[in-house]
């Protein structure tokens, strides 16, 4: 048996927004709502699903997306200017990364 995966699922307060959000950021759009409470957006290679919980945040991602692009800093200059936070800069060896945060708070990286 083979897994392949197709999704990663982000939890989240208001799905329709922060879908419409990562829509924009990814340059692509919702492929599925599912009455509000489950929306996906059609992201490559990976599509990306919102699903609505009461609960807030209440701690660090467990698992979170890592992005990749030519220009870090550009790219992170353009999510910030869209609603993303910038938390911390990283570095190992020759590998450098910027952590961000959505509207929501969830982290996810850009690597460059």
């Known amino acids: 048996m083979t897994l392949d995966p197709k999704m990663i699922t982000i939890d989240c307060a208001e799905p329709r927004t ?5 829509a924009k950021v990814l ?22 699903g919102f699903q609505r919980v009461t609960e807030p945040r209440g701690a660090k991602n467990r698992v979170h997306v890592d992005f990749h692009t030519q220009d870090r800093h550009a790219e992170v200059d353009r999510l910030v200017a869209l609603g993303a936070s910038a938390v911390d800069e990283q570095s190992i060896g020759p ?15 850009v690597a460059g």
Do not use: M, S
Request: charged share 15%; net charge negative.
């Open 18 to 22: 922060l879908a419409a959000w990562w």
């Open 27 to 48: 340059d692509t759009e919702i492929a599925q709502d599912f009455g509000g409470e489950f929306v996906i957006v059609a992201a490559t290679p990976l599509a990306l």
């Open 95 to 109: 590998l450098a990364w910027t952590v961000l945060q959505d509207p929501e708070g969830n982290e996810f990286c």
